[in-house]
């Protein structure tokens, strides 16, 4: 898959890019996908305690993916999955206020799943995401 361009922002991406042997988002034509973003410091790769704190910040994670990838972040975000430890009341609140947050113009379509584990011991959020980049994939091929 030569002919995609990948990306991993400084700090955690490229530490992952190595570590792990992914890349933080993908641009295919005129959307970008992005691999699942924890609640993680970008810079040092520290988890927050709290899960709202999780929440939060991978919310600032996948609009700084987005954002490497060439795109204009959550704005253009249309499907989003995400992965809970635990999922309750508090995790899906915290959800929905960052959506009214980062998408007061749209709701995208959400998978919202609870599970048992995630990539790395401290996670309590994944959030992966599509978004559609019309102007950024006509900038690509110009």
């Not at 975000?77 to 899906?92: C, F, M, Q």
């Not at 749209?106 to 019309?134: N, Y």
Request: with cysteine; net charge negative.
């Amino acid at each position: 898959m030569s002919h995609l361009k990948y990306y991993a922002y400084d700090g955690v991406g490229q530490r992952n890019r190595a570590n792990f042997y992914y890349s933080q988002a993908v641009r295919v034509g005129d959307r970008i996908e992005c691999a699942g973003q924890g609640g993680w410091d970008p810079a040092t790769g520290e988890f927050y305690k709290e899960t709202n704190a999780q929440i939060d910040q991978a919310f600032r994670n996948v609009e700084l993916a987005l954002k490497n990838a060439g795109g204009k972040g959550w704005s253009q975000v249309y499907r989003v999955n995400s992965y809970h430890i635990p999922l309750n009341n508090e995790a899906l609140k915290a959800m929905v206020r960052n959506f009214r947050e980062y998408m007061p113009d749209h709701q995208p379509i959400w998978t919202c799943v609870g599970v048992t584990r995630l990539g790395e011991d401290d996670m309590r959020v994944e959030i992966e995401v599509v978004a559609h980049d019309p102007e950024g994939a006509a900038k690509e091929t110009a």
